[in-house]
């Protein structure tokens, strides 16, 4: 079966994991995808898979936002985003800085230099990872090009 797209901007699901620390490999982060699969079977669409780390990703020209993998996801780590915002944060590590670098390489460490940054004050560490409110978020990206391990990305990979 197919998507069909709205106009955009349009949403579709994100996972908020970068992949770099897949628990399915048997690495230590708690927050990341497990490779379960529990989203892929779920998508009418084919727009969730698996990629060769293990780790759940979505074909946005695929998705319909419909919610499904975010419901069937056991870590809680897809989500809805609007696509006109390409800018996201790919982890969902809730450890302090020193703990989220032991298991990871590319995790927020929740140092605050993006919320620094941001002009639109669209994005806040919480719980020490960064998060993007998308209804204030211009998408200019300068918390991507600012974030020192690379956890927050532009989708487009024009910045990052």
């Known amino acids: 079966m197919m998507a069909v797209k709205k106009r955009f901007p349009y949403r579709a699901a994100a996972v908020a994991c970068n992949g770099d620390c897949p628990a399915s490999a048997g690495f230590k982060c708690r927050y990341g995808c497990v490779g379960c699969g529990n989203c ?61 670098r032991e298991v990871c390489a590319a995790s927020c460490i929740g140092c605050g230099i993006c919320e620094k940054t941001c002009t639109a004050e669209a994005i806040k560490v919480i719980e020490n990872c960064a998060r993007i409110d998308e209804d204030v978020c211009l998408s200019c990206g300068m918390c991507a090009v600012k974030c020192p391990r690379g956890a927050i990305i532009d989708l487009r990979g024009i910045l990052t």
């Open 40 to 100: 892929t079977a779920v998508c009418k669409f084919g727009a969730v898979s698996l990629n060769e780390k293990g780790v759940a990703e979505v074909d946005e020209e695929r998705c319909t936002a419909c919610g499904m993998c975010v419901k069937a996801c056991p870590q809680q780590v897809i989500h809805i985003h609007e696509c006109a915002n390409y800018i996201v944060v790919r982890c969902s590590n809730q450890d302090k800085g020193k703990e989220a």
